[in-house]
């Protein structure tokens, strides 16, 4: 099946900010575990496309083994990985605004090329690749986007959901 890029909505205003708007990647309410840009020394061994990352370029959720991970967005899949030394079990969606990242999963329920909607089950939470808990990384590129710029062209994926689905530690500076 050849890949295809979903389509712009034609009312994309109902999208905010920017035009985007993102269902939570799970059911219920999570707990943010780490949020963008923490932790710079730990990442700079990490490189996307020969660069160093200059800090955490997405966000994890304490996300419980076996969790259902859903889709954040209608879109098509567009790659799943597996990357024992960063994302481990991983997958990427393609939508008309960029992708979406889905990292350390325990298990992969869509195949290449599949067709999703917003909601439909990825495939279910766990601790692979280089992670030292079960916990759902996510990650967004809004396009065009420049995988040389210290975060493989990802963006903080948090201000585009919805605030009331997850939980933000108070300790958190964001």
Known sequence: MPFTVPPKPEDSSLFEPEGIYLAAPFQARYRLLQAWGENPDRY???RIAGVPLRGHNGIDFDLPSGTAVLATADGQVLEVGEDQNGYGRFLVLAHWWGESLYAHLQSVQVACGARVEIGHRLGSAGATGMCESPHLHLGIRIAPYNRLDGWGG??????????????????RPF
Do not use: K
Not at 154 to 171: E, G, M, T
């Open 44 to 46: 700079s061994r990490f």
């Open 154 to 171: 990802y963006v903080n994926p948090l201000p585009f959901l919805d605030p009331a689905a997850i939980i933000v530690p108070s300790r």
